[in-house]
C-alpha cells in the first residue's frame, strides 16, 4: 500500500516519537522511508541565490540525517534522505510529490495558541495543502526504559 514514506523529521526529540511508528509500518508494507530534514536557517533559505557555502547548521542536519538512516538500515530497512532547504512545509510538500511519495509522515507539538494563529505550523500548512496522505504521531514525552 505504501510504497514511500516521506518522513519528516525536526533533529529534535520529537523524531524518537514517529521513527518507531515509521519504522513498523515501513517493515508491515515493505516500504521504502525518505529521510527529510528542512534546514530554514538565514544560509539555508539563501543557499543557491547566493551561491553560499554549508553552514553548520546544514552539516549538523546532513549528518543526523545519515545517522538516523544507518540506525533504521540495520533494521533491514530501505532508507533514503534529503536535505532540502527553505521554508519546511513548502519544501517537505515539493519534496513528497517530486519524489512521488504515498504517504508523508509528521510530528505533531499540539496547539502553541497565539503563534499558531500568527504563523502558522508546519503540520497545518501540509495538512491542508497535501493531497498525499498524512500521518501524524504526537510528539509526547518518552518513558525511558
Avoid at 510529490?97 to 499558531?116: P, S, V, Y
Amino acid at each position: 500500500m505504501y510504497q514511500k514514506i516521506l518522513v519528516a523529521l525536526e533533529n529534535s526529540q520529537a523524531d524518537k516519537s514517529l521513527l518507531p511508528h515509521i519504522a513498523e509500518l515501513a517493515k508491515l508494507h515493505k516500504s521504502k522511508l525518505l529521510l527529510v530534514h528542512v534546514a530554514d536557517g538565514w544560509v539555508a533559505r539563501n543557499f543557491d541565490k547566493l551561491q553560499l557555502r554549508e553552514s553548520q547548521e546544514m552539516i549538523d542536519d546532513r549528518a543526523y540525517l545519515e545517522e538516523t538512516a544507518r540506525r533504521l538500515r540495520e533494521q533491514a530497512l530501505a532508507v533514503e534522505t534529503c536535505l532540502a532547504l527553505g521554508d519546511p512545509p513548502n519544501e517537505i510538500l515539493k519534496t513528497a510529490e517530486k519524489e512521488q511519495c504515498d504517504l508523508i509522515a509528521m510530528t505533531t507539538h499540539g496547539h502553541r495558541l497565539l503563534a499558531d494563529i500568527f504563523y502558522g505550523s508546519t503540520i497545518e500548512h501540509v495538512r491542508h495543502r497535501s493531497m498525499i496522505p498524512l500521518l501524524v504521531v504526537h510528539a509526547g514525552k518518552l518513558k525511558e526504559a
